[in-house]
């Protein structure tokens, strides 16, 4: 499981290094074998282990294809997905593209969720994370299953 934020930087090919506390895991699970493509819902990109993209693709090629959102979500991240692997001092490159999209400059944020990461811009991801602190405080704001995770 991968949990946490981390401020990374990228170099100027775009390169950037997997914090140290990740790449062993990903190197025994996917011989350091990931994805990158878009997020479907925020501006920011999705790292799969290869492991957890292939269940991805799997459930997509499931969906009924005559269904327009169905196939523009899987453009979207199909379409958009991109081979890479860990070098040997643990750096992966961003394609360009994909860096635009997320706005990625040299300051990012790598966060883990669960079975995969975001890559974010660390300006985005910081008022992001200011917007989601603020309106789960208002009251009534969580749901009483979402609290009863967390007490």
């Given at each position: 499981?991968?949990?946490?934020?981390n401020a990374?930087?990228?170099?100027?090919?775009?390169?950037?290094?997997?914090?140290?506390?990740?790449r062993?895991e990903l190197?025994?699970?996917?011989?350091?074998?990931l994805?990158?493509?878009?997020?479907?819902?925020?501006?920011?990109?999705?790292?799969?282990?290869?492991?957890?993209w292939?269940?991805?693709?799997?459930?997509?090629?499931e969906?009924?294809?005559?269904?327009e959102e169905n196939?523009?979500?899987q453009?979207?991240?199909?379409?958009?997905?991109?081979?890479?692997?860990?070098?040997?001092?643990?750096r992966?490159?961003?394609?360009?593209?994909?860096?635009?999209?997320?706005?990625?400059?040299?300051?990012?944020?790598?966060?883990g969720?669960?079975?995969?990461?975001?890559?974010w811009?660390?300006?985005?991801?910081?008022?992001?994370?200011?917007?989601?602190?603020?309106a789960?405080?208002?009251?009534?704001?969580m749901?009483?299953e979402?609290?009863?995770?967390?007490?």
């Amino acid at each position: 499981m991968f949990r946490g934020a981390n401020a990374i930087s990228l170099d100027a090919k775009g390169r950037l290094a997997m914090p140290s506390r990740y790449r062993d895991e990903l190197v025994l699970r996917c011989a350091g074998q990931l994805i990158v493509t878009i997020d479907a819902v925020d501006s920011c990109l999705s790292v799969y282990p290869l492991p957890e993209w292939e269940l991805i693709e799997a459930k997509l090629r499931e969906l009924p294809s005559f269904r327009e959102e169905n196939r523009r979500l899987q453009r979207l991240l199909i379409g958009n997905a991109v081979d890479l692997e860990l070098d040997s001092a643990g750096r992966f490159l961003v394609p360009p593209r994909l860096r635009e999209y997320a706005g990625l400059d040299k300051r990012a944020m790598l966060v883990g969720q669960l079975n995969k990461f975001q890559l974010w811009n660390e300006d985005a991801w910081n008022t992001l994370a200011d917007a989601d602190l603020a309106a789960i405080k208002q009251p009534g704001a969580m749901p009483a299953e979402l609290r009863d995770l967390i007490l």
